[in-house]
């Protein structure tokens, strides 16, 4: 009989330790995150990094499991996310940060409309840099303006590789060669290596270790920032007219909303706030930081109003602007 | 230099490194086995494990696996005709049509062999190249890599079979290659090619389905309709046995062996080429070692020489393909991508310091694919005879099998509908081409090519102008792309040389 008892009161114990809370929402769930890449790139590992640490704040610890779906540069996870995938709170999607270009300049394929998604914000921000070769004598944007036939390897339009100095070169007076048709960013590193490209613009996250290693020294950046550049000159800064600054502008809001997440549009209300509160929390779990600083990823939360405003405002402007965006950047890999 | 080496090896047989490296053998082995679940993707899913262990340890579990990935992936190719991995298409051409001939234990025992052969000599043409590896890398830009395209493009003569109708034909699957590889947004201008409005098809085709459907299919087809088991109604007895005739033949024919590695390493080396090339460059200069006609015939019927060569190479490219990796931190394949993601989570820096301050780890690395593959080879060994009794088994109870594993493989390299009507096009192409007497080797040699050539064909004219045609190194390729190209006719005296303009 008091063997019955302690189990009777260890039972109700148990029961009452539980948060009841929305733990029912998500009790014995699978929550998905899609990807709209393949494994091992940058989308993916951010990815599996939040999905491992995500359960801890979600009442009721569902499941977490990672879906990759490649294609289109992300066009079709989005697609995905936005009409297909439920809204029950189960689904979250991730993807190119630059979809919120595909769908400016109207891309032939974009079904989805990013400020109808349930956002929950963004992981990182990531700086654009152009960074020049150590060995050239160029060190600051005013030394790089003298330079004639400035050659800058790149994966293609579409990419911050080639996009950002397209723009600053077209804006901002500057002598740029371009070479696209690189197949990977590693590709340009190893043409700077053989002295067939000067320079290389793209993410600072993936330079910076070039930087480090004393190859290349970042020169100009665009308007998001990060430790130890932001000395550097804005881009937008250096445009010679003002709707070079507007161009440099719209194309730097990718970087800002860099690792995006969002749910399905018209997500349960309930379910919303348990995932923005849970990512929220997630992107401050220690273990998450470890790791991240381990793998070198940068970790950034923007909430989820602050990325949907940025997005509201590139997708706001007139006809007329898009058309000149259009011309000057595109979307791609 | 030499102490590292030694020290390198020691490390590899600490025995919780042992114990990470076995663990990455057992999954890389049936990795490499089962057709779709690719070396590449697994190294993505295995990168979160690799916390908790020490450089060493996270290395030799990551490159265990991946090493023997290759290996393995000879054995679904030998017995289905399946390409367990994409690296490993090469083989089927005369290991399947070996075992269909009742021979499936001496091609796999010949595989398997080759394949070791191949590991070692990668690793240790990486060991020796260290010293000299940043000069031999950086010497080739853009204008050389469009030229090694041009020459593995030159090796479609050998690949056509003989005579001037088969040439032609062998060009037009080539070029028809080249066309498939255009599908997709192009990198130099942003602009869609051959999508048709799908977004399935922005990215291009993908390898793994277009491999399948263009061998595998067809092999199932003819299973189907020929009613049998794989190895027909032939004899049985060579069947088990063959095994060690195959390990001998590799010995038989050592000089071709060891030249195919050392293509297989020189093509790894390379950033950029990739895996899918060096098979096929091996298995053309297979080809060219036949010294008759008949015996060129031969080939695609059930040569030894035709498992031999690319059994070595996809196996000997892995050393190679980590030199761009370590050396200048810069991946040479997405595989290798995947490891660099796996240096900095270890806090390494790649680059100048693997050749030196971490040079002990480097040459532990070498290590592990050393031991890795030698491990693999030695179990494979006991138990390739019952494998090679899968080829007895009745056709229609083994075609759902393959049928399912070729669906799945497929799908798994997008995980989109669009992978299986691709491989279902390629299939029915490839059913055609056979059925119609069309060689398939050059059609996937062309695709496998067609971006890198373009690519560094744009990059070299934007970059250096019409001059990037006398480089040096540039002429030096051309005259051995020609020499590729008329190598059949040169060996082969009065046959007529109809159709030689290739390019």
């Known amino acids: 009989m008091k063997m019955l008892m302690i189990l009777f009161i260890s039972l109700v114990l148990f029961f009452a330790n539980a948060p009841s809370y929305g733990a029912s929402l998500y009790e014995g769930k699978t929550i998905t995150i899609i990807v709209g890449y393949k494994p091992g790139g940058g989308?993916?590992?951010?990815?599996?990094?939040?999905?491992?640490?995500?359960?801890?704040?979600?009442?009721?610890?569902?499941?977490?499991?990672?879906?990759?779906?490649?294609?289109?540069?992300?066009?079709?996870?989005?697609?995905?996310?936005?009409?297909?995938?439920?809204?029950?709170?189960?689904?979250?999607?991730?993807?190119n940060n630059a979809t919120v270009i595909a769908q400016l300049i109207k891309v032939e394929g974009v079904r989805f409309d990013l400020t109808k998604f349930a956002w929950l914000g963004s992981a990182a921000s990531d700086a654009v840099i152009l960074s020049v070769r150590s060995d050239l004598p160029y060190r600051t944007a005013d030394d790089l303006r003298k330079a004639k036939q400035f050659v800058i390897g790149t994966t293609g339009p579409g990419s911050s590789t080639h996009d950002f100095p397209a723009i600053l070169g077209e804006f901002g007076g500057f002598d740029f060669k371009l070479v696209p048709g690189y197949s990977s960013s590693a590709d340009v590193m190893l043409a700077l290596e053989r002295k067939e490209v000067d320079g290389r613009a793209g993410s600072y996250d993936s330079i910076k270790p070039f930087i480090d290693r004393g190859l290349v020294r970042p020169v100009i950046r665009n308007r998001t920032s990060a430790p130890g550049i932001e000395k550097l000159p804005v881009d937008e800064n250096l445009a010679t007219t003002q709707q070079g600054k507007l161009i440099m502008a719209v194309n730097a809001v990718p970087t800002q909303i860099y690792r995006p997440y969002v749910a399905p549009p018209a997500t349960a209300k309930d379910a919303l706030k348990i995932l923005r509160d849970a990512f929220a929390n997630v992107l401050k779990d220690k273990d998450l930081l470890a790791e991240a600083e381990k793998g070198k990823m940068t970790i950034d939360y923007v909430p989820p109003d602050d990325a949907l405003k940025v997005v509201a405002e590139v997708l706001g402007q007139p006809p007329d602007v898009v058309k000149v965006l259009a011309k000057h950047i595109k979307f791609g890999e | 230099m030499l102490n590292a080496f030694i020290d390198g090896l020691f490390v590899v047989f600490q025995w919780n490194t042992f114990l990470m490296m076995l663990l990455g053998i057992f999954l890389g082995f049936w990795v490499g086995l089962l057709p779709g679940l690719g070396g590449t993707t697994t190294l993505a899913l295995m990168l979160p494990f690799i916390y908790q262990m020490t450089p060493?340890?996270?290395?030799?579990?990551?490159?265990?696996?991946?090493?023997?990935?290759?290996?393995?992936?000879?054995?679904?190719?030998?017995?289905?005709?399946?390409?367990?991995?994409?690296?490993?298409?090469?083989?089927?051409?005369?290991?399947?049509?070996?075992?269909?001939?009742?021979?499936?234990?001496r091609a796999l025992g010949a595989a398997l062999m080759s394949s070791l052969v191949g590991a070692l000599i990668g690793a240790f043409a990486l060991a020796l190249a260290i010293p000299v590896v940043r000069?031999?890398?950086?010497?080739?830009?853009?204008?050389?890599?469009?030229?090694?395209a041009i020459v593995g493009i030159a090796f479609i003569s050998s690949l056509s079979g003989q005579g001037g109708r088969a040439l032609l034909r062998g060009i037009l699957a080539g070029l028809l290659g080249l066309l498939f590889a255009l599908v997709g947004q192009d990198p130099q201008a942003g602009v869609l090619r051959f999508t048709f409005g799908q977004l399935y098809l922005w990215s291009g085709l993908d390898l793994i389905p277009v491999l399948v459907g263009v061998?595998?299919?067809?092999?199932?087809?003819d299973l189907a309709v020929r009613g049998t088991s794989i190895a027909g109604e032939l004899p049985r007895e060579n069947l088990g046995r063959g095994v060690w005739v195959g390990v001998k033949d590799t010995f038989v024919h050592f000089g071709l062996t060891v030249r195919c590695s050392l293509a297989g390493t020189f093509i790894g080396i390379m950033p950029g080429?990739?895996?899918?090339?060096?098979?096929?460059?091996?298995?053309?200069?297979?080809?060219?070692?036949?010294?008759?006609?008949?015996?060129?015939?031969?080939?695609?019927?059930?040569?030894?020489?035709?498992?031999?060569?690319?059994?070595?190479?996809?196996?000997?490219?892995?050393?190679?393909?980590l030199i761009p990796t370590i050396a200048f931190g810069v991946p040479?394949?997405?595989?290798?991508?995947?490891?660099?993601?796996?240096?900095?989570?270890?806090?390494?820096?790649?680059g100048p310091d693997m050749l030196d301050k971490h040079l002990v780890l480097t040459f532990s690395m070498v290590w592990t694919m050393v031991v890795a593959n030698i491990i693999t080879v030695v179990i494979s060994l006991f138990f390739l005879n019952y494998l090679a009794k899968l080829t007895l088994i009745r056709g229609t109870v083994l075609i759902p099998f393959i049928l399912f594993f070729s669906f799945i493989g497929a799908y798994t390299s997008n995980n989109h509908l669009g992978d299986l009507l691709v491989l279902v096009a390629f299939g029915f192409l490839g059913y055609l081409m056979i059925r119609c007497g069309w060689p398939r080797a050059p059609l996937v040699l062309g695709f496998v090519l067609g971006r890198i050539a373009e690519n560094n064909f744009y990059i070299s004219t934007i970059?250096?102008?019409?001059s990037w045609?006398?480089?040096?190194?540039?002429?030096?390729?051309?005259?051995?792309?020609?020499?590729?190209?008329?190598?059949p006719f040169m060996r082969f005296k009065g046959r007529p040389l109809a159709g030689g303009n290739v390019q």
């Open chain 2, 135 to 148: 000069p031999l890398v950086l010497s080739f830009g853009a204008p050389e890599l469009f030229m090694l």
């Open chain 2, 463 to 466: 970059r250096y102008g019409p």
């Open chain 1, 43 to 95: 989308y993916d590992r951010y990815a599996r990094l939040i999905g491992k640490h995500l359960p801890k704040y979600i009442p009721g610890k569902p499941g977490v499991i990672i879906q990759n779906m490649p294609g289109a540069s992300s066009v079709i996870a989005a697609n995905h996310v936005f009409s297909i995938a439920k809204p029950d709170g189960l689904t979250i999607g991730t993807f």
């Open chain 2, 332 to 350: 040479g394949s997405s595989s290798m991508a995947i490891l660099l993601g796996a240096f900095f989570l270890l806090g390494i820096m790649p």
């Open chain 2, 273 to 321: 080429l990739g895996g899918g090339v060096a098979q096929w460059i091996a298995y053309g200069q297979a080809v060219q070692s036949a010294r008759t006609n008949e015996e060129r015939a031969g080939f695609g019927k059930g040569d030894i020489r035709g498992v031999l060569g690319p059994g070595a190479a996809n196996n000997s490219k892995e050393g190679g393909s």
């Open chain 2, 56 to 105: 060493v340890e996270a290395f030799a579990f990551l490159l265990g696996m991946h090493s023997v990935v290759s290996t393995t992936g000879d054995i679904t190719s030998i017995l289905f005709g399946i390409p367990g991995e994409g690296t490993t298409a090469a083989t089927i051409l005369d290991g399947h049509a070996m075992a269909k001939k009742g021979e499936a234990g």
């Open chain 2, 215 to 221: 061998f595998a299919i067809p092999e199932i087809i």
């Open chain 2, 469 to 487: 045609t006398l480089r040096p190194l540039v002429l030096v390729l051309i005259a051995l792309s020609v020499i590729v190209l008329f190598f």
